[in-house]
């Protein structure tokens, strides 16, 4: 059986200057980091890394790229959904974490108590002080009519 070789060209510019840095074409990057263009592009469309420098065929990525794509990368494989990604990239205190030796997922939540035995739970930011009083109230309501 015959091996076939693989040829890997990636393609880096430096520039010259205060703030020498390595710069990417999307083809290298997607090279580099194991996924593809669209992917790419998409996490960009979606505010998960930034926008590349330069537009349009000469557009570029940079090594704050690739660190950005390989969080993403581990936070997908532990089941982080984009979302909360999002937010974790922006400094923001994550919602959901997971331990990947053992799989579990901590999602931070907030709980209020309706009435005896009814809880509300919902994602912290997620509803406004004066929406959970509607919902008390509503939910109230309707034990009430129960009862009748």
Request: charged share 25%.
């Amino acid at each position: 059986m015959k091996k076939k070789l693989t040829t890997v060209t990636i393609s880096v510019i430096f520039m010259s200057g205060k703030d020498d840095k390595a710069m990417y074409n999307i083809e290298t990057l997607a090279k580099m980091t194991g996924l593809t263009r669209r992917t790419i592009r998409y996490y960009v469309q979606r505010g998960l890394i930034d926008p590349p420098g330069g537009g349009g065929r000469g557009s570029y990525y940079t090594d704050d790229h690739v660190k950005q794509l390989e969080k993403i990368k581990k936070w997908s494989v532990q089941g982080v959904p984009l979302i909360h990604m999002k937010a974790m990239l922006s400094g923001k205190k994550p919602q959901i974490t997971v331990d990947p030796p053992t799989g579990i997922r901590t999602i931070l939540t907030e709980q209020f108590i309706i009435s005896d035995g009814i809880w509300l739970t919902f994602r912290p930011g997620q509803l406004l002080s004066r929406d959970i009083v509607k919902i008390r109230d509503y939910i109230n309501t309707i034990l009430k009519r129960r009862k009748e």
